[in-house]
């Protein structure tokens, strides 16, 4: 379920922000379109990011998605479980963050979605 | 965009649909590697009616279809199968066929969804000198593929035909199944053991429910997702990557199903020097050796970086528990256990080139 106190970008990804850092990852609705992950392409940390490039990917046995950062700033940490475990996204995507970033420009979290914004968001994509 | 006859219960199903060539098909129900997993393990069912099928008709059909496809006919009897590739003058493929020999003057061909009109439109215009019709019957047949070790037993339970006397790439007809007659044959693109089904076009639907409902939890229904990597780990060409107009069958490793006898055939002078002269190019199966799945179109890179192809098709094989592909590249790197490279967003990633199929199970042939 999408919670209120994560915010939403139009690509999928959640953004968790504790403090002045943010944790990413993809949503229910992505790992649902994607199916099945085989493979997560973590980016390296300390490599800083800017808002809407792509910093890794995910892929499914179908096919592969980008993640595309929502916010700016530097990775400081990965998720290094899901190099063996990548299903964990499929079962519990929002426990399964991808990547840490220490935000370099918080007011770019207002331009994400809100859970009730992202839910409409949703309804629309299908 | 084309439903098949089965569209409705795809959705009931709950299954992913996508356009596949024009088509809404379902490419995964449960998901892929747990359908790829019960074809492997017992059973799966799919929905194949995208398929097209053409009959040819009058005396010369056998002849014909002979003259249109690389591998050689002239020994098919009624009931067998044989699988060719199709070509163009200069070698390139029309398409891969199924030939289902159904009598004296009567052949079928079955051809890949996305290029029955093209195909229709190329045999329809070689006719000359034959005595032949050539009619697209696609739209009055379902298709369903039953695949797997437990296909046989699933299906058995549904007919009183002695589905054991149908030999590999051999088929029936006036199969009774449901009190609908159909034609059943043991061919499939699965790398298992399995029947294809072919029934009138109305009849498909309730068909694909009474086998899912007979095969219990033996069957699962599968999407297209499951039917790609389960053809990959076998190796078989899929039309569009390892076959096109621009790939000949030489060059993907399909010299078997070339016949270079007396019988002419298109395309027969070009795939005979490109033999002769050995190919340029090949389609080489290759595991990879490093993290990352190369996808269709990737390129491919030698150790001093010189690019010498790309990916026709890649992907995880969930049996195999390997991320591995096919590419065309020069058939100097071909050879099994050379080392490429294949630039998976914008890494080079090392990969080996392996021995072609990745899976192989034996099964009554």
Known sequence: ?????????????????????????????????LGDIVYVELPEVSSSVEKDEVVCAVESVKTAADIISPVSGTVIAINEELADQPEMINEDPYSAWIMQIEL???TELGELMNAAEYATYCENEE | MKKTPVYSTHVELRARMIDFGGWMMPVQYSGILEEHNKVRESAGLFDVSHMGEILLQG????????????????????????????????????DDILVYCMGDEKIMLVVNASNIEKDFDWIDSNTNGFNVTVNNVSDSFSQLAVQGPKAQQVLQRLTSTELDEIGFFKFRENVLIDNTSALVSR??????????IYIEATAGEKLFRLILDEGGSDILPCGLGARDTLRMESCLPLYGHELTPDITPVQAGLGYFIKLTDKPFIGKAAIKREMQEKPRK????????????????????????KEIGFVTSGSFCPTLSKNMGLALIDAGHAGSGNTIFIEVRKNLIEANTVKKPFYKKKYKK
């Open chain 2, 59 to 94: 005396q010369d059909a056998l002849g014909f279809a002979d003259y249109l496809v690389t591998n050689d006919l002239c020994e098919m009897k009624y009931g067998d199968v044989v699988y060719s590739p199709m070509c163009y003058e200069n070698g390139g493929c029309v």
């Open chain 1, 104 to 106: 370099s420009d918080p």
């Open chain 2, 187 to 196: 061919t499939g693109y699965t790398g298992e053991d399995g029947f294809e």
């Open chain 2, 282 to 305: 090949r389609v080489a199966g290759f595991e990879m050796m490093d993290r990352g799945i190369a996808r269709n179109g990737y390129k491919v890179y030698d150790r001093d970086k």
């Open chain 1, 1 to 33: 379920m999408a919670n209120a106190e994560r915010r939403y970008s139009k690509d999928h990804e959640w953004v968790r922000v504790e403090g002045n850092e943010a944790y990413i990852g993809i949503t229910e609705f992505a790992q649902d379109q």
